[in-house]
Nanobody
Framework: QVRLVESGGGLVQAGGSLRLSCAASGRTPVSSVTMGWFRRDPGKKREFVASISGSGSTTNYADSVKGRFTIARDNTWKTMFLQMNSLKPEDTAVYYC????????????????WGQGTQVTVSS
């Protein structure tokens, strides 16, 4: 069992930056789970943003955020991060942290655990 809690969302102007955090807790060793970020804009499907392997050695990004967002994790402190730079209004969404047993995946149905989400709003 893994519990996930996101933080760091907020309101920012276009071109600005935000850093999201996801704190993991539970009996499962954090290094054994792949973690990822997804987002959902109202009225749209939840979409993949980025994922990172248990060791942190492998990362994957959606094309829409490549070069602007960076995913990282600190297994000592059981925390995952999403550094978001050069934010655009279209990045506005609720961002969710997720975890799964297995390798990196962009497919949300493969993820076993989810946080409650944190709102990111980018004004133009």
């Amino acid at each position: 069992q893994v519990r996930l809690v996101e933080s760091g969302g907020g309101l920012v102007q276009a071109g600005g930056s935000l850093r999201l955090s996801c704190a993991a807790s539970g009996r499962t060793p954090v290094s054994s789970v792949t973690m990822g970020w997804f987002r959902r804009d109202p009225g749209k499907k939840r979409e993949f943003v980025a994922s990172i392997s248990g060791s942190g050695s492998t990362t994957n990004y959606a094309d829409s955020v490549k070069g602007r967002f960076t995913i990282a994790r600190d297994n000592t402190w059981k925390t995952m991060f999403l550094q978001m730079n050069s934010l655009k209004p279209e990045d506005t969404a609720v961002y969710y942290c997720a975890a799964r047993y297995g390798g990196n995946s962009w497919y949300e149905d493969f993820y076993d655990y989810w946080g409650q989400g944190t709102q990111v709003t980018v004004s133009s």
